[in-house]
């Protein structure tokens, strides 16, 4: 079973309306969640960070954690082509050296 | 704030030549420094953790002393990629963390640097 795990996509949606993408992780003692966006060719930047139970909201951007059911998701409202990119779950384990172990990332496509 | 470089943004060279990446956190001091690769269409993979003055913790399947890693101050840490081989092409990305404590911290990416070994 992979640590973090995520549907690799690519994930369609039309412009305006909402993208959702999901990520499970195995760790239960995991205390944080990161969500990064990924432009093809550059290295990821920070959206959202998580560290509770239930929503957090930044804009158009809304995490959501789930820790007994070992979740957490990502929703972006009123997609922009803009938003198209890979988005990638990390999670920080609960190890000694706390360890982020990311997923393999979910390809959004935001179609005009 | 908190921004991360990297130099070089791009590196070609020579099989069996030694490249030398450097890392720096230019508005923190960041306790720990993560090296991470990737290769197309795939994840990032750690490849090594690194804490200021400390030696490096390499993820399995790493190879040390190919990928040597000095993390000589808080704002500054390197990738040695020794003896590079085609193979070793790919996207070497650095992130850092702020210290302080809480475990909350978050991990701040350098815009990478690829390499292409011929």
């Known amino acids: 079973q992979k640590e973090v795990e995520q549907n690799s996509g690519p994930l369609s949606v039309p412009e305006g309306a909402i993208a959702s993408l999901n990520c499970t992780y195995s760790?239960?003692?995991?205390?944080?969640f990161f969500w990064y966006r990924q432009y093809s060719g550059k290295s990821p930047e920070l959206i959202m960070s998580?560290?509770?139970?239930g929503d957090k909201e930044d804009g158009r951007f809304t995490a959501q954690l789930n820790k007994a059911s070992q979740y957490v998701s990502l929703l972006i409202r009123d997609s922009q082509p803009s938003d198209s990119a890979t988005y990638l779950c990390a999670v920080r384990g609960s190890g000694g050296y706390q360890k982020v172990t990311f997923g393999i990332g979910t390809k959004l496509q935001v179609i005009p | 704030g908190a921004v991360v470089s990297q130099h070089p943004s791009w590196v070609i060279c020579k099989s069996g030549t030694s490249v030398k990446i450097e890392c720096r956190s230019l508005d923190f001091q960041a306790t720990t420094m993560f090296w991470y690769r990737q290769f197309p269409k795939q994840s990032l993979m750690l490849m090594a953790t690194?804490?200021?003055?400390?030696?490096?913790?390499?993820e399995q399947g790493v190879e040390k002393d190919k990928f040597l890693i000095n993390h000589a101050s808080l704002t500054l840490s390197t990738l040695t990629v020794t003896s590079a081989h085609p193979e070793d092409s790919s996207f070497y990305i650095c992130?850092?963390?702020?210290?302080?404590?809480?475990?909350?911290?978050?991990?701040?990416f350098g815009p990478g640097t690829r390499l292409l070994v011929l």
């Open positions: 760790d239960r003692g995991s205390q944080s």
């Open positions: 998580i560290y509770s139970n």
């Open positions: 690194s804490n200021e003055g400390s030696k490096a913790t390499y």
């Open positions: 992130s850092a963390r702020p210290g302080g404590g809480g475990g909350q911290e978050t991990q701040y």
